[in-house]
């Protein structure tokens, strides 16, 4: 961790602990590059919807102020990971206060193909980004310490939702598929999108369960840390393509997404 700071301030032990003891609140995560975001307007979306939702409308951000914090929790760094967090005021609750944590950039790179389970787990307010994660966690870890590298969630009706911090991409062999369901719409995912739109690749969200998956080609997860990272197997059925294509498909789109200045 390079920086931490609240409300523009350096933050103190008692603020860490305070964030760290009271999951209450709700953040977004960024990679920043040359000083840049991609999506950074997603990103300010996020952040105003989920203190809406959470602290009420009197409670809305500044967009410029929150800018102006990454700025000066960066201090001329150019490359980094970035958190911008919002969390309850000591004392006055219904007042958010922004933290902002600055760490080591992250290589967007894939890692070898991940082999991942199905657990059926609904996250608290799902389409909130949001500090209540002991849930999927434990989850992750369950599926850990059985053998796998990460975990799938299901909901309640079956369906497949989104994987413990990612989102799931699915290969037909000409269309890019997503689940529908309750989930993070995460913004990566959303910015995929909007580059397959741009170049004009087809793509299409679903009800989707595990028995849809044999006749699909590939699987990828795609968070702010790697836009396409290939899944080797779920519930340890090997799809019959080697996901490449998919991940040709998706780095093309992301490589159409433009950087925008904090």
Not at 83 to 93: D, E, I, L
Not at 138 to 159: E, K, M, S, T
């Amino acid at each position: 961790m390079r920086n931490i700071e609240i409300n523009g301030r350096p933050a103190e032990v008692a603020d860490v602990y305070r964030v760290a003891t009271w999951n209450y609140g709700h953040f977004t995560s960024m990679q920043v590059r040359g000083g840049r975001v991609r999506g950074l307007d997603l990103h300010l979306e996020r952040l105003e919807a989920g203190t809406r939702e959470f602290f009420g409308a009197e409670a809305e951000h500044d967009e410029d102020r929150i800018r102006g914090l990454v700025r000066h929790a960066l201090g001329g760094e150019r490359d980094a990971s970035v958190q911008v967090t919002v969390v309850p005021q000591v004392g006055v609750p219904q007042v958010p206060d922004l933290m902002v944590a600055v760490a080591d950039p992250v290589t967007e790179e894939p890692r070898p193909p991940l082999r991942v389970r199905t657990a059926t787990y609904e996250r608290d307010l799902p389409h909130l980004k949001h500090l209540a994660t002991m849930g999927l966690t434990h989850q992750a870890l369950r599926a850990r310490a059985a053998g796998y590298d990460d975990v799938l969630f299901l909901g309640r009706d079956g369906r497949l939702r989104e994987g413990s911090v990612w989102n799931l991409a699915l290969w037909d062999g000409s269309r890019v598929l997503w689940p529908d369901g309750e989930a993070l719409p995460g913004i990566t995912m959303l910015l995929l999108r909007r580059g397959l739109t741009r170049l004009g690749l087809p793509w299409a969200v679903l009800p989707l369960t595990p028995a849809d998956l044999p006749p699909l080609r590939a699987a990828v997860a795609t968070n702010s840390h790697c836009p396409a990272q290939p899944l080797a197997s779920i519930d340890g059925l090997t799809l019959p393509g080697d996901g490449s294509e998919l991940v040709e498909v998706l780095t093309a789109a992301w490589a159409t997404v433009p950087w925008d200045a904090l």
